[in-house]
């Protein structure tokens, strides 16, 4: 532990590996860890894997990509180790036994025998006679004899708090100051398979891990009484909460992996999201836009930048609307600034992924792909957009498929306009010219061309001129710069893609 110097604030996220890590992962995870950066402290990752029922081995492994692929990097955790590990809630369990010993011995606490049936008959009458849902107390004051004797009694106890009827139900939130939560009833702290619940893992794990600040989604305000209380009987500091709004679908509904696909974190990633996109967005979503010197709104900035100029006081309460059409956006925006390399090496998975590509491509196609990634660019808001306008650049002339709405766009006169194209396009010389070092087959040259055939020679509007060639080129209405695409195909497969559609006709 020697090597390790805690920082005056820490921090952490606490994601329960039940399936793909959820969107609000990341968005807890974002606001944490500006903070902690700011203040020169620490982020831990935590994995809260108590509800064994809905426990997935692969779950871990997806938050440890995701939080990394957006660069919400830790610095302490189960993967990478610290000083008050370890980091997985199911390999603590001896570390809570003795604060339960504690609450039982101090009357804080109480075994509870009642069967899952008696609490849902119980539940039942509740509701039927619309008093308040909550536990009955039943077993509170009994011992395990006297319990035995009455209907209900299950073998395997569980532990519950006993709230007091003074229980304060006020606390200081840093984002929204004094706030009023529900009464709590008497809370499951330790379950009958002798795994904590929540309430009691995440109170013991944040006081030994030195957790200074608790930043957690709204739905937790209602809690929050009953940790504090479990803090004051612990006899330990409690630790500052910030409760963020909740991500919210148009619906105003909140955000679930059942409903929105948007909700889990792999689907960024296979929609072709960049990491810094969702960044930005994530915190644009409960925080203002920083303001140039003019006042107007600059909505694109780094992690870096939001890190710094950080303060919980900005942060607006009322649960914001995930615009995914807002994201697409920005990610477009992301995409355009990026520089040609880097554009071209973050296509490679999507055009892999979709056999455009081998998972290890040549030499020449790595050259191809970036003059086609340069054409492209400034035409996509996702990366997986690139796949059908990079496909025609990296298909065998014979194979290319064109598209039922490509053909049925193709006018009366489009043969005409192929025979005129093939025709001029044959003349073109494309042996590279050595004092010059390049070839007539270039874009320029190929657009003088076609417009002096097609369009002054036939007299066609330029749109009725091209739409044939570029059917035939691409197999589809939408592509690529015409003229760069044939430049990059070159003229034997140019051409032989012109014949193959006249053929077709």
């Known amino acids: 532990m020697s090597k390790y110097k805690l920082g005056p604030v820490r921090l952490r996220v606490a994601p329960s590996p039940t399936g793909d890590p959820h969107v609000g992962t990341a968005y807890m995870s974002l606001f944490n860890l500006a903070f902690a950066r700011q203040q020169g402290g620490q982020f831990l990752l935590r994995i809260e894997d108590t509800d064994r029922a809905r426990f997935r081995a692969d779950s871990e492994k997806q938050v440890f990509d995701t939080l990394h692929w957006l660069g919400l990097n830790w610095d302490e955790g189960p993967d990478i180790g610290g000083p008050v590990g370890p980091y997985r809630q199911s390999e603590r369990l001896e570390t809570y036994a003795p604060y339960v010993k504690k609450l039982l011995k101090s009357g804080h606490a109480y075994h509870c025998w009642c069967s899952p049936e008696r609490l849902t008959a119980m539940r039942e009458e509740q509701q039927k006679n619309k008093l308040p849902t909550g536990y009955d107390r039943l077993c509170h004051g009994k011992s395990e004899k006297e319990r035995r004797e009455l209907p209900g009694f299950s073998e395997n106890p569980v532990v519950r708090m006993f709230i007091p009827d003074d229980v304060d139900l006020d606390f200081d939130d840093l984002i929204r100051g004094r706030v ?177 590509l081998s998972g290890a491509p040549s030499l020449g196609e790595l050259g191809r792909l970036k003059d086609v990634a340069a054409l492209i660019q400034t035409r996509i808001a996702l990366l997986k957009e690139a796949v059908p306008l990079a496909l025609p650049f990296f298909v065998a002339d014979d194979q290319l498929l064109i598209e039922d709405d490509a053909r049925a766009s193709l006018g009366e006169d489009a043969a005409q306009v192929l025979d005129a194209a093939i025709e001029a396009l044959s003349d073109i010389d494309d042996h590279l010219a050595s004092l010059v070092g390049g070839t007539d087959w270039n874009a320029t040259r190929l657009e003088e061309t076609l417009r002096t055939t097609l369009v002054d020679g036939l007299g066609k509007k330029a749109r009725f001129a091209f739409g044939p060639l570029r059917v035939a080129v691409s197999g589809a209405r939408i592509s690529p710069p015409l003229f760069e695409s044939m430049e990059i195909l070159g003229k034997t497969s140019t051409l032989a893609r012109l014949h193959a559609l006249r053929e077709s006709l």
């Open 180 to 356: 009023s939560a529900p009464r709590p009833d008497d809370q499951v702290i330790l379950k009958a398979d002798g795994f904590p619940t929540y309430h009691l893992a995440v109170v013991v794990d944040d006081h030994e891990m030195e957790v200074t600040h608790v930043v957690r989604g709204e739905e937790w305000i209602s809690s929050t009484p009953k940790h504090l209380l479990l803090y004051k009987w612990l006899g330990v500091d409690a630790p500052k909460f910030a409760h963020m709004p909740l991500l919210r679908n148009a619906d105003k509904s909140k955000i679930s992996k059942r409903k929105n696909p948007a909700a889990r974190l792999t689907w960024f990633v296979e929609e072709g999201y960049l990491p810094e996109a969702l960044v930005n967005f994530l915190a644009l979503l409960a925080y203002p836009p920083a303001q140039d010197a003019e006042g107007n709104d600059v909505e694109k900035f780094t992690f870096a930048d939001f890190s710094r100029e950080f303060a919980w006081s900005k942060i607006n309460p009322v649960g914001p609307i995930f615009d995914l059409k807002k994201l697409e956006w920005l990610n477009g925006v992301y995409i355009r600034d990026l520089e040609l390399n880097d554009f071209t090496s973050r296509l490679l998975p999507y055009l892999e992924r979709e056999g455009v």
